[in-house]
């Protein structure tokens, strides 16, 4: 009885880890991807004519065509002359905005939080459309929870969430709505707050502005203790030897170019320690210029759809005189440091993620992910190096390297397929022909 027990509730805890309530995918359904381009996350060279072989949610097998037996009665996806690829993961994003220009006069005009649950929705269908099958928000109000469970529940489409609720931070941010944040002026009350935050269900922390060393030490103390990771955003030289010196998990924003290039002791330490960096490099420097060469990219049919009129509407009004927004007041210095600025953790080799602060302004989430790849490869990294980044090393970076991030067997079934070479230009990956979500075609209307 004992045993009998504690099988089943490892095959419970297994279920629920591995989310196949999360939808109606038949375990028995064989299906396979035949015939395209696999690059399956390995920084190694890519298998032609390769067949992935998909058992309800799960890799079953991977590899040129020759060596997989497909079984009678698969279903059989077609990718000739197009790349099979691990879904790609957002380890930066913000589920609540979609590319309005002004902070401000977004959250007044959707009330605070009330439209939250009309928007998220859009974003979430937006990203998972974009070949984003993973993606981590950091700050929003707690009723983000409710949205990943709505995913998860496949009520409706979203990439896999891994969400931090507020941030805590020293200094309130003005113009957000309270309830994305939490502040808090002892390391006592840091601690109290990440435990509450751990309570209401968060995935992973966030930390923000203003906070000392004994702050973080304690967060990442009561974080560690429950197995969640901390996020912290980062720009300044002090307070990123502050985050190390606290084993802080993740550095978020270093390497935007906000500020100038990092001291060499500073990045060896960080190559060294292999503390993860999102560098979050593409959201001003790269799309402010990309936007200024085409302003057509700011209104498209597909925007359009994407939601209500008076939304689609604001937006459009937000974006006069896109130049002169707040937002990108230091962009033209941002760029002029981003010369040395963005290399420099890819010199260092240090281990690099992938994030893109979308919806910031002029970031929408249709297009941030490949922008933010895009950026890296301008930066130093080879094609191949970013899009490990974003999908294996991003899967580690999560702490769900044994289940995602790869196309081998054993791996949930998170696969694109893109119509073009991404080892030949990356920007092919802003081509997205179809989505496979545990084991799942996503279908979008
Ligand atoms: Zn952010």
Do not use: C
């Not at 978020?252 to 060499?264: D, I, L, T």
């Amino acid at each position: 009885m004992q045993r009998y027990l504690s099988s089943l509730i490892i095959l419970v805890l297994g279920v629920y880890l591995l989310g196949f309530h999360a939808f109606a995918v038949d375990d028995n359904q064989y299906t396979a991807i035949t015939g395209g381009m696999l690059i399956d996350g390995y920084e190694t060279p890519p298998i032609h004519n390769a067949t992935v072989l998909i058992k309800g949610n799960i890799i079953i097998d991977a590899g040129p065509a020759h060596t997989i037996e497909i079984p009678e009665g698969t279903t059989l996806i077609d990718a000739r002359g197009k790349t099979v690829l691990p879904g790609l993961i957002d380890l930066h994003m913000h589920l609540d905005l979609i590319g309005h220009g002004d902070y401000d006069e977004y959250y007044s005009y959707i009330k605070g939080t009330e439209r939250l649950a009309e928007i998220m929705p859009i974003a979430a269908k937006q990203m998972l459309r974009a070949g984003i099958t993973s993606a981590v928000d950091l700050g929003s109000p707690l009723s983000i929870l409710d949205i990943k469970e709505a995913i998860n529940k496949g009520n409706i489409l979203g990439p896999r969430l891994s969400v931090s609720g507020p941030w805590i931070t020293r200094i309130k941010l003005g113009g957000v709505p309270d309830s994305y944040q939490i502040v808090i002026d002892s390391p006592k009350q840091a601690a109290k707050q990440a435990q509450y935050l751990i309570d209401q269900g968060v995935d992973v922390i966030k930390l923000w502005l203003g906070l000392t060393l004994e702050d973080y030490k304690a967060v990442v103390k009561v974080a560690h203790q429950n197995n969640i990771k901390v996020h912290a955003h980062l720009y300044k030289v002090d307070a990123i030897r502050n985050a190390l010196k606290a084993k802080i998990d993740v550095l978020q924003h270093v390497g935007s170019a906000k500020m100038p290039p990092y001291p060499e002791d500073l990045l060896h330490q960080i190559a060294e320690s292999r503390t993860p960096v999102i560098q979050t490099i593409a959201h001003r420097i790269w799309v402010y210029p990309a936007t200024l060469s085409n302003p057509g990219r700011l209104d498209t049919p597909q925007m359009q759809s994407d939601m209500p009129a008076d939304l689609y509407q604001e937006l459009q009004r937000s974006f006069t005189h896109f130049h002169r927004l707040g937002y990108f007041h230091d962009t033209p210095d941002e760029i002029r440091n981003a010369k040395i600025n963005a290399k420099q953790f890819i010199n260092s080799n240090a281990y690099i993620g992938v994030g893109t602060d979308a919806a910031s302004p002029l970031n929408f989430h249709s297009d941030a992910i490949w922008r933010e790849m895009s950026a890296l490869v301008d930066s130093g990294m080879t094609e191949s190096r970013v899009i490990t980044a974003a999908t294996k090393t991003n899967a580690e970076i999560l702490g769900k390297g044994d289940q995602l991030g790869t196309v081998e067997a054993g791996k949930l079934a998170d696969i694109i397929i893109v119509d073009g070479n991404p080892l030949f230009d990356i920007n092919m990956l802003k081509y997205v022909d179809t989505v496979i979500k545990n084991g799942e075609v996503q279908v979008f209307e």
